[in-house]
């Protein structure tokens, strides 16, 4: 087994000096002071909107360190929020929790976040397969006739989401973005995130990894709009295996698909309390993680 897995699980973090910003499914958000928070990416695992009670070896740091991957790589194409990820360059009131904090915490700046999520797809799968096999369309977008799940789409779209408080996000298209986050900063973000999609997908398929679909957070900060949050991690993308591609299905992912799969074979009502997961199970899933890590930088996961 890889020493990788080996690393201890972090569910929950705990640091009392700190103003806990926010508790997301999987990332805990601290306070540092009026210009910067901390993120930290916990090994919690949700599936159908509720967080299991079994952890994923590595899965934080695998979420952080592909996004700094993604933010070194796309830096000519956007601005991002990040300030440092080395735990020695943090305020000193974050010292005393730098080993729980080393390889799965970025220091960012804060962002007047954009209430909407920039999704762009390349391939039909997901809530768009299912969307353009009742309408042809998705998003307001028509695609053209008899095409297949798991199609490379013609060209990619962006298929904006609203941000939900709690549950799934939910599809809308570009007119209604327009009325929520207004014409010139929608039609600036699908033009950035179609830019960003392509330049991230072209050198995944140099790696071997195609990235059907992902979604984008954007916010404004001093340094104009700005990329934020993860960005083209596990979580927030479909990456399947170029090699194992086969249009006309469901495809293997580097994701939690694996873990949604077995949800459904023991019949999970998908109501609390949320199962645990046999330890085989989440070993698999933090194999899928790393190896998306491993394949896309081309490194070894530091942990």
């Known amino acids: 087994m ?110 007047d976040m954009i209430p909407v999520e920039c999704v762009v797809r390349g391939y039909l799968s997901g809530s768009a397969w299912k969307e353009y096999q009742a309408s042809g369309s998705v998003c307001g977008i028509a695609l053209p006739a008899g095409l297949r799940e798991s199609d490379r789409l013609p060209q990619p779209i962006f298929t904006p989401a609203s941000k939900a408080t709690s549950g799934h996000d939910e599809n809308i298209s ?37 990235i059907a679909d992902t979604k984008f957070e954007f916010g404004r900060t001093s340094r104009g709009i700005t990329l934020a949050d993860e960005v083209l991690t596990p979580d927030s993308s479909r990456f399947w295996p170029a090699d194992q591609y086969q249009p006309g299905q469901a495809q293997n992912s580097y994701d939690k698909q694996y873990v949604r799969d077995y949800l459904e074979e023991i019949r999970w009502t998908k109501q609390p309390p949320a199962p645990a997961l046999p330890a085989e199970v989440a070993r698999k899933t933090s194999e899928k993680y790393l190896e998306a890590y491993r394949r896309l930088t081309g490194r070894e996961l530091d942990v």
């Open 174 to 210: 570009f007119e209604k973005m327009i009325e929520i986050a207004g014409p010139e900063v929608s039609v600036e973000l699908r033009a950035l995130s179609l830019k960003i999609y392509t330049a991230a997908a072209d050198h995944a398929r140099d790696k071997g990894i195609l």
């Open 2 to 111: 890889s020493s990788q897995l080996l690393a201890p699980v972090l569910l929950h973090t705990n640091f009392p000096e700190l103003e806990l910003h926010v508790s997301g499914k999987v990332r805990d958000v601290y306070e540092l002071d009026r210009e910067h928070l901390l993120f930290v990416a916990t090994d919690r695992i949700s599936a159908f909107d509720y967080v299991l009670a079994t952890g994923i070896p590595c899965k934080g740091q695998v979420l952080t360190q592909i996004s700094l991957f993604w933010f070194s790589f796309l830096r000519d194409l956007v601005p991002n929020h990040l300030v440092t990820a080395e735990t020695d360059r943090y305020p000193q009131s974050v010292r005393n929790y730098t080993d729980q904090l080393r390889g799965r915490s970025m220091m960012v700046l804060r962002a």
